[in-house]
């Protein structure tokens, strides 16, 4: 069973920036390998969405079009750790952000695909 951590949110003017880490156990390192890995966020009030995904050697990213630019998704798999660098934060970036993971190959963009989930951490920029 895997289990993920998020940590890193919290509150940061416009223009900031915050990385974000989720970090996972329960499972020994050449594992975390095996799964694609995705970061979501969920503003209060809406849906969750996808923000940036990953696969499973980080050869392939994708990003939503609001956060290209200025969002890094990355993992070092020796670490277990799966990391979201934010950079010129804005108040739309405010929401709660979610790690998750899945066993699928390539990467993953859906709710659905996801087979794990982080508990959240809350990203909030003040303009």
């Known amino acids: 069973q895997l289990q993920l951590v998020e940590s890193g949110g919290g509150l940061v003017q416009g223009g900031g920036s915050l990385r974000l880490s989720c970090l996972a156990s329960g499972l020994t390192a050449p594992t975390f390998s095996t799964y694609a890995l995705a970061w979501f966020r969920q503003a209060l009030g809406k849906e969750r969405v996808v923000v940036a995904a990953?696969?499973?050697?980080?050869?392939?990213?994708w990003y939503t079009d609001s956060v290209k630019g200025r969002f890094t998704i990355s993992r070092d798999n020796a670490k277990n750790t799966m990391y979201l660098q934010m950079n010129t934060l804005k108040p739309g970036d405010t929401a709660t952000y979610y790690c998750a993971a899945s066993g699928r190959f390539g990467l993953f963009l859906s709710l659905s695909s996801a087979d794990y989930w982080g508990q959240g951490t809350q990203v909030t920029v003040s303009s």
């Open positions: 990953l696969s499973r050697d980080g050869s392939s990213t």
